[in-house]
Each structure stands twice: as structure tokens, then as C-alpha cells.
């Protein structure tokens, strides 16, 4: 049987734009299951984005719902909700210390939700284990465990990027558009990167992506975003029966 993970139910959000009040989600109802890997795409200024900041909590949601693991989480911080929740942000600049090294990042996350002791011996300790890690990307980050990230390219350090959102396995992790800044050969270094941990840690996963390819050849379900919406929401077996050009008429 399947086991809802994550849940929104009549999820609204509206925001107040000048003297307007502006609805960026619309009643969204949307179940999300253990293990599901959903594209999602959309749209510029569909909402996708805003369905991310209200799952994480970085956007207040004016009415609805949010339940994971059957817990009501609407009205918990981002940072209570980030004990389950790990986001990666096209930015590669975004979520790693840039002065600190690959390892010292890799020690910060692994200690996700609890006190920090980067003491030098509790590092050596790890640095086994960052090693077998790291030698899972496609772009050296294991050659560099004592380079500051501010060195890296910009796919290794979103390949780190994606190590540390994953490393205490997140019960949900949000991708978005992680691959978006990056050259062609590297992005698809990175998608296959994912790919792999999603399956091999049964991670439950929800990626925006503006590559029709991508949306279409990874995970098990696709959702579209439109004006606050979800348009549509295509199952393993319906999605495995569209193409691209299906895909593009959600783009006018
Ligand atoms: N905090 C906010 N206050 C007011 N408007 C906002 C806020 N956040 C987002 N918006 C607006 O909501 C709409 C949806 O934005 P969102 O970033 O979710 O779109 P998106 O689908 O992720 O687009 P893109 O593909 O361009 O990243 C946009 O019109 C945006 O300008």
C-alpha cells in the first residue's frame, strides 16, 4: 500500500501587492507518497516556486493544510520544518558555507538538527565517510574535501550541495531547478547524480525543472503548474505515454 508522506489539502496562499490582494496558490490539493520522485513544471511565475516556499515555510499559507508523516505543519517555522525537509536552489552559491571546506560543509550537514562540534578529530573521524561519498559525484568533490567551496565549479558545488541536503535522509527533498545553472554535459552529471540517491536512499522527492527532457525522464509521476494550480498531475503509466510536444502545449 502506499503511504502518504506529505499531504496539502485546500492549500491557498494570497499575498498583499499594493493595494491588491494577489492569490499565488489556489486551493491546492495535492498527496504526495513515500518514495514518489514528481517533476514539476510551469510556467514563469506559475507557482512553483511559492508551492515550495509553502511546503518548507518560508510563505505562510492563508488557508488549508499541510500534514506530513500525518503531523499538521502549516504553522511550524522553516526551521522546525527543515528537520525534515532539505532544499537544493539553482543558485550553487546557495546552501554552502563558502569560506568553509568540503568536508567541514559535509560535517555541518550531518549534524542537521543537532549541536555542532567541528572539532578537528570529530572531522578526521567523518573524513572516511565523505570520501565514499564524494567519490559518488561525477566532478572530483573528492579530490577537494580540503578546498573551501568558494573554489569549487559551479557543479561541484552543487553536486555538494545535493550530498548535504541528502546525507541525513530528508523525508522530503525539494529541487529547485537545481540543474538550471549549469552547462549541458554537467547538468546531466548532476540529474544522474540524483537520480541515483532518490532511488538508492528512497527518498522522497519533488524537482522543478524548466527541461521538458528531464521533467519526462526522471521520476514517477509529473505535476504542471498554472496560474496557482495544478493543472495536472500524470501517474507513472500516463506519464511514460507523453512526449514533449505534449508537454509544451501547457506553454501556449
Ligand atoms: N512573496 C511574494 N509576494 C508577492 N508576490 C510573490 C511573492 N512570491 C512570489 N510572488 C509572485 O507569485 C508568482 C509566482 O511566483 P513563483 O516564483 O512561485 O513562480 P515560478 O512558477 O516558480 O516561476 P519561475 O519558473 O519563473 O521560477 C509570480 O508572479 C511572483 O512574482
Given amino acids: 500500500m502506499t503511504e502518504t508522506q506529505v499531504e496539502l489539502k485546500n492549500v491557498t496562499v494570497n499575498v498583499v501587492a499594493g493595494h491588491d490582494v494577489k492569490t499565488l496558490l489556489d486551493d491546492i490539493n495535492l498527496e504526495i507518497h513515500r518514495g514518489d520522485f ?3 513544471i510551469g510556467t514563469n511565475g506559475a507557482g512553483k516556486s511559492t508551492l515550495f516556499n509553502a511546503i518548507g515555510g518560508d510563505l505562510q499559507i492563508s488557508a488549508g493544510t499541510i500534514t506530513m508523516g500525518g503531523k499538521r505543519v502549516e504553522k511550524d517555522s522553516p526551521e522546525k520544518r527543515a528537520k525534515h525537509i532539505a532544499r537544493v536552489f539553482q543558485d550553487p552559491k546557495m546552501g554552502t558555507a563558502p569560506r568553509m571546506t568540503v568536508a567541514e560543509n559535509l560535517a555541518l550537514a550531518s ?16 573524513k572516511d565517510q565523505f570520501l565514499a561519498l564524494t567519490k559518488r559525484t561525477p566532478n572530483g568533490l573528492d579530490q577537494a574535501l580540503d578546498k573551501p567551496t568558494e573554489e569549487l565549479s559551479g557543479g561541484q558545488r552543487q553536486a555538494l550541495s545535493l550530498l548535504m541536503a541528502t546525507l541525513k535522509e530528508p523525508d522530503l527533498l525539494l529541487l529547485d531547478e ?18 541515483k540517491i532518490v532511488a538508492e536512499d528512497n527518498l522522497t522527492c519533488l524537482m522543478i525543472t524548466h527541461q521538458m527532457d528531464d ?38
Fill in 38 to 40: 514528481i517533476t514539476v
Fill in 111 to 126: 549534524h542537521r538538527g543537532q549541536h555542532l562540534g567541528l572539532r578537528s578529530r570529530a572531522l578526521a573521524k567523518k
Fill in 178 to 195: 537545481h540543474t538550471a545553472a549549469l552547462d549541458p554535459h554537467t547538468s546531466a552529471a548532476i540529474m544522474a547524480l540524483t537520480d
Fill in 215 to 252: 521533467a519526462l525522464k526522471y521520476g514517477n509521476r509529473l505535476l504542471v503548474v498554472d496560474a496557482g494550480h495544478i493543472v495536472a498531475d500524470y501517474n507513472a503509466q500516463e506519464k511514460a505515454n507523453l512526449d514533449k510536444a505534449a508537454l509544451l502545449q501547457y506553454f501556449g
